[in-house]
């Protein structure tokens, strides 16, 4: 009935490809891999046959060396048809900014050529979604006497591809700074997800995204090299806002509308097809659920606005980049969550059962705001920013 729009924004060389992955190897497994929780697997390796996984890698290493904005689409597309396999290629696309801008030529050739999946290990059980805050423990040298490694010990709460990376971006508190901080000191490391001492603690068994393998790992007398390290040593957190922050956050945002475009297409097949034989009518003749279809369409349009400004912002280097990135994430998980809800509401007892996609897009749309950083966390960032104050406290305030 074609009330969603195209999907957006820039035509790059990889629109064609991404839509024959999808078509193949991405949509035909959404349901099946939600049912099972599956690890998209095949989905995954296909993107990354076709480059995608390259894409944010520079072109000197042999990457797509694309935008944000390119990204963002491939995100917005693959979440549209299956979320798991977005939130897979989410994460990496996030731990590969770190890479890209403090790791190894090696690794950075590897995921360029697609044969190398990364995922960020930031959040513990400890400090749950306080990730600013690690627990976990880095120390110079390792039982076995050797000076140039480093042993890392910590209790991963959340990873996603857990046990199905290659590699996890993780974060300790800095070698030279052991002590519990509220928040900002921390150091990241390139950690092989087969290094000894990992241990998927559980399968993800999860209420939606139930294919992207999030669970929790724990990391025992890990020993990697010094050189490791990505970046200097308590300079985890400036990495982070500077790479993977808005990187994750503006790829969120990106699934959210995937999901929101799914639901609203989803809704409005359902009405278009759907009738009401007393009445011979169909459902799209019943003005109530017109424009209950249209409250969705224009949400999920305001969160597409809101989305391609936070985009110019940053690539235009405007004054308000940085808040724009801290808002995104947060305005388009709860429009998600309410368009999920309002999908659910206009399509009835045939969204509650699982004859429409809807009760899986449902369950996905709710991750968004429970991912660190979490709607009540950015929003307390953005009334920072709105009062000049910083992110944290200083330990003791
Ligand atoms: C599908 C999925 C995939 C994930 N993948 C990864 C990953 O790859 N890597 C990674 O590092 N993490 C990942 N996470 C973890 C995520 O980023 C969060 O850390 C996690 O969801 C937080 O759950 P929690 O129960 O520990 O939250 P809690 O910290 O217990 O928070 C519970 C609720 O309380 C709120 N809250 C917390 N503190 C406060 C406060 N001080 N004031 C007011 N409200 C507060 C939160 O906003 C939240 O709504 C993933 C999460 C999900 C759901």
Known sequence: MGIAPEFPVT???????????????????????????????EGVQALGDAGLLGLLSAPNVGGGGESLAAAAQVIETVGARCASTATV??????????????GPQDIRRLIARGDHLSSLAFSEVGSRSHFWAPMGTAKAGSEDGSEDTVQLDARKSWVTSAGHADSYVWSSRPLAHQEKDAGGAMT???VPSKAAGLRVAAKFDGLGLRGSASSPVSGVNVVVPADARLGDDGAGWDIAMATALPTFLVLNAALSLGIMEALVAEAGAHLARSRLQHLDQTLAEQPVSRAALARLRIRTDSVRAFLRDTLAALSTERDDAALRVLEVKAVAAEAAAEVADGALQLC???????????ERLFRDALAARVMAPTTEALHDFVGRTCLGLPLFDAPGE
């Open 11 to 41: 035509a790059t060389r990889y629109e064609s490809v991404l839509s024959a992955v999808i078509e193949r190897s991405v949509g035909p497994q959404a349901a099946e891999i939600d049912r099972t929780g599956a690890f998209p697997r």
């Open 188 to 190: 990241l490391w390139l």
């Open 348 to 358: 009835g007892g045939a969204a509650f059962r699982k004859e429409l996609a809807i």
């Open 89 to 102: 290629v989410l994460m990496h696309y996030a731990a590969v900014a770190v890479i890209e801008a403090h």
